[in-house]
């Protein structure tokens, strides 16, 4: 009988973080879709397991070889979780954003380590291990996605909320305190429409997310192909709610909105950030600017008129922020017309052209690698802004979000997304979404302001 050999896959979660978009609740986590399309590729002789720290906390499970994705903020827990098998001999292997942007760290801490997209190196690094001939580096390059493996969807925990899937990746956008482009490149790569269909059709849950980092793009290019992707939808009768991120720009072309909304579009991710022009400028988010913050929501308004609910992405923490211009952003996006808000702290990540300007200019707080990677996280300012100190900065913002998250406010919303849209299911996902946020910043789940909405949306059969 011929030995099995065995492939653990792990997604890291950094237990010591408790930010505003930490949440608690299981129904949130997404599918670590880059595990299941390794999995995917690995030899059917292999055993491969998934173990995702999202759902279920590390326990020690025999494996031949081991692989952890990560990013910069659970980089500290797979270095912790590397040393578990490496000092029993069992080789490691390490990708990821934050692999990528610090290979040479990762190399002290793991065997192999993953240099950008994994999956045009995938087959060789597995070969490598079979001859015992390991290499320390392996850098992938940009692959154009036609034929992308489909992730081994039964390894995954059966209790997701939500199928995920990817259409396309890249993004032309590079703002300052992003790393997609330097992970994913400057320009879109889309999948094949019919070979994004298939594999939709093979997600068992009723909630989708696409996880492109921009669902329609800029160009025009990219708006026919989204258009393509929604009526392929439409005609292959997908017949599921999802929800993606884009750009302020969507509206752009209203026929888009009118496709995404009758391919089941509840819910568009749009990172608005902050309502101020200059302070947009600074951070090179171009595309906010040149729509103008004057039409943010005219834009959110035409939005809803297709059904689609709005959760906006807000930023606090620029260089330049004073109380005043935290005042004003806290107002604006209290009194916007979104139905829910995603709320972070200014982080220069490693790899980004903020995190370069900020070691240039040695304005770094935090400094001490790898250990203070910890507070690279959406709830700290890892350097002092130009006009407040940074912990007074973050009190004062924890301080200010309460408005932004109070109870009442958030029941509102709900009240008046459902009059915007029509659409009690984007009404719904949306107050959970807002829930889940405030769960965070407060650390205190309340029950029953969610089950009364349930309670409706049952009677109205519509979940």
């Known amino acids: 009988m011929n030995y099995r050999r065995t492939l653990l896959l792990i997604n890291p979660v950094d237990n010591k973080s408790k930010g505003f978009i930490d949440n608690a609740n299981v129904s949130s986590r997404y599918q670590p879709l880059n595990l299941g399309i390794l999995a995917a590729m690995t030899p059917r002789d292999w055993k491969i397991k998934i173990m995702d720290e999202n759902i279920k906390p590390f326990h020690y499970y025999p494996a031949d070889l081991v692989g952890f994705t990560s990013m910069t903020i659970t980089a500290n827990r797979v270095y912790e979780l590397a040393q578990i098998y490496r000092k029993k001999g069992i080789k490691t292997v390490m990708g990821g954003i934050h692999a990528t942007m610090c290979p040479e760290e990762a190399a002290h801490f793991v065997d192999s380590v993953v240099i950008g997209e994994a999956e045009s190196v995938w087959e060789h690094l597995l070969d490598d291990f079979e001859t015992g001939n390991m290499q320390q580096y392996y850098r992938g390059i940009y692959t154009d996605l036609v034929h992308s493996p489909k992730p081994r969807r039964d390894l995954f925990f059966p209790g997701y909320f939500f199928g995920s899937i990817q259409t396309n ?94 391919s089941g579009c509840k819910l568009l991710f749009i990172g608005i950030e902050n309502e101020n022009a200059e302070q947009l400028e600074m951070i090179n988010k171009k595309v906010n600017v040149r729509v103008g913050v004057d039409r943010f929501n005219k834009i959110f308004k035409k939005i809803h008129q297709y059904g689609i609910g709005i959760t906006v992405g807000s930023i606090y923490g620029f260089p330049t922020d004073t109380k005043e211009t935290i005042d004003r952003r806290i107002h604006f996006f209290k009194t916007c017309h979104v139905d829910g808000v995603q709320s972070s702290l200014m982080t220069a990540f490693p790899g980004t052209t903020l995190f370069k300007k900020l070691q240039k200019s040695n304005r770094l707080d935090y400094t001490n690698f790898p250990e203070d990677w910890q507070y690279y996280s959406f709830e700290n300012l890892s350097y002092t802004p130009e006009k407040m100190g940074r912990q007074e900065m973050q009190d004062y913002v924890y301080e200010q979000l309460q408005k932004v998250y109070n109870a009442r406010h958030i029941k509102i919303r709900f009240y008046q997304t459902f009059w915007w849209t029509k659409s009690l299911v984007a009404a719904y996902h949306s107050y959970l979404g807002y829930w889940f946020y405030r769960l965070s910043l407060n650390k205190k789940w309340e029950d029953g302001s969610i089950r009364w909405v349930e309670k409706l949306l049952k009677k109205e059969n519509a979940i």
Request: charged letters at 30%.
């Open 169 to 262: 990746r890249g993004c032309p956008n590079n703002c300052d305190y992003c790393s997609v482009t330097a992970f994913n490149g400057s320009r879109f790569r889309f999948r094949p429409t019919d070979e994004v269909i298939a594999e939709m059709k093979e997600i068992p849950q009723k909630w989708m997310m696409i996880v492109d980092d921009n669902i329609v793009g800029h160009s025009k290019k990219s708006q026919e192909r989204a258009k393509e992707l929604f009526r392929a939808m439409i005609d292959n009768k997908i017949n599921k709610y999802w929800w993606s991120q884009t750009s302020v720009d969507v509206a752009d072309d209203e026929e888009v909105l009118e496709l995404a909304a009758k």
